[in-house]
């Protein structure tokens, strides 16, 4: 399975590296290709979306090695993080930056950023690895999530994970529609949330340890 790191987009002088250690030689030119691409897609994203993209690759590194993910899986699982937006660009300013609750019909529009990032990425092939994690970052443990409704261990687990991540980091920095949250009324909102069964609950409580070691290590 080759799968390549987020990172390397995010810290472009290593790119060469890193490709020359993973990729072929005759792999070279596609590769290049194709990180020239996702470089242009993700900086066809809005500030904050973009932003929250590159914070996601790093807290799924983090949570995966947390949770002893193999390094195969741990790359799967930030690329998904670093792209899972990525169908935003496609979604009209007017509803993804509304400062208030978005209408019925604006909802409809704004899931629609799963299928159109599942899209995207299906062109790229080594990325295709990622496109379960692209297209359900936004089902529900209870089945009452988007796009499909899957539910319990249908949803692929990395989507799980990622799904964690997002709402987190969602939660914790401001939005046009809400202030940025202390860690504290975060992880409440996730317990009551996950209480309303719409997350894993092993998950939730992985996820749990993983913030208390974090401020145990911030200090
Ligand atoms: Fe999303």
Redesign the pocket.
């Known amino acids: 399975m080759e799968v390549m790191s987020p990172m390397m987009i995010t810290r472009p002088q290593t790119i060469q590296t890193v490709i020359s250690q993973r990729f072929s030689t005759v792999d070279l030119d596609e590769t290049a290709n194709i990180l020239s691409t996702i470089g242009r897609l993700v900086g066809a994203l809005d500030r904050d979306t973009r932003e929250h993209c590159e914070r996601l690759a790093e807290e799924c590194r983090a949570f995966g090695e947390f949770l002893n993910l193999p390094t195969d899986e741990i790359y799967i699982l930030m690329w998904g993080g670093y792209l ?2 990525i ?2 660009m496609a979604i009209p300013t007017e509803v993804l930056q509304k400062p208030g609750t978005l209408t019925a019909a604006e909802w409809e529009v704004m899931k629609q ?2 299928l159109i990032g599942e899209s995207i990425c299906a062109a790229l092939q080594p990325l295709s690895h990622i496109l379960p994690v692209i297209r359900h ?2 089902e529900r443990w209870d089945g009452s999530g988007y796009p499909d409704g899957l539910a319990g261990n249908d949803i692929p687990d990395l989507a799980q994970i990622v799904q964690v991540l ?1 709402v987190y980091d969602a939660l914790t920095h401001p939005r046009c529609y809400k202030p940025a949250f202390s860690a504290q009324h975060a992880l409440r909102i996730m317990l009551e949330d996950a209480a309303k069964g719409w997350y894993n609950p092993e998950l939730i409580q992985a996820f749990l340890q993983f913030k208390a070691q974090a401020v145990l290590v911030e200090g």
Do not use: E, I, Q, V
Request: glycine share 12%; proline share 0%; net charge negative.
């Open positions: 899972h937006d169908g935003k950023h799963t970052h936004h997002d």
